[in-house]
């Protein structure tokens, strides 16, 4: 493992969410943070499929997706919500999406590294 890597692309990945979700109101399903649970999910199936030097994938797995997406903020804001159909939209949206966007992501993934073995 590569800690500072990890750590890095922690602070980069938390930076992010921040940015994206800042703002959202409290006790009630923020659909930001599914969409960035979703978004971080597309992008680490990316990244598992490359061929990349242990190190940026320390730092963008586990560090920056890793801190980027938040199921502890997703179930925090669910529980926290008014009881109803906003907390079973949240979850199914964030679990069946974001296995959907990894799904996806991890098939690009293979599709790009298939383009570039035929490209050498």
């Given amino acids: 493992m ?3 890597a990890v750590a890095l692309g922690g602070a980069l ?6 940015l994206l ?9 923020d659909p930001r943070i599914s969409v960035v649970n979703v978004a971080g999910a597309f992008l680490l199936g990316v990244v598992v499929r490359l061929p990349l030097h242990p190190r940026v994938r320390a730092f ?3 560090g920056a997706l890793g ?7 997703l179930t925090i804001a669910l529980v926290d919500s008014t009881p109803g159909y ?8 964030s679990i069946v999406l974001g296995i959907a966007a990894a799904a996806l992501g991890m098939g690009l ?5 298939a383009a570039e073995e ?3």
């Fill in 21 to 29: 979700t800042q703002g959202g109101g409290q006790g009630a399903w």
């Fill in 109 to 113: 993934g293979h599709l790009l590294v």
């Fill in 60 to 62: 963008l797995a586990s």
């Fill in 118 to 120: 035929e490209d050498e």
């Fill in 2 to 4: 590569h800690p500072l």
């Fill in 86 to 93: 906003a907390v079973w939209l949240g979850f199914v949206v």
């Fill in 13 to 18: 990945g938390t930076l992010l969410r921040l």
């Fill in 67 to 73: 801190a980027f997406t938040s199921f502890s903020a």
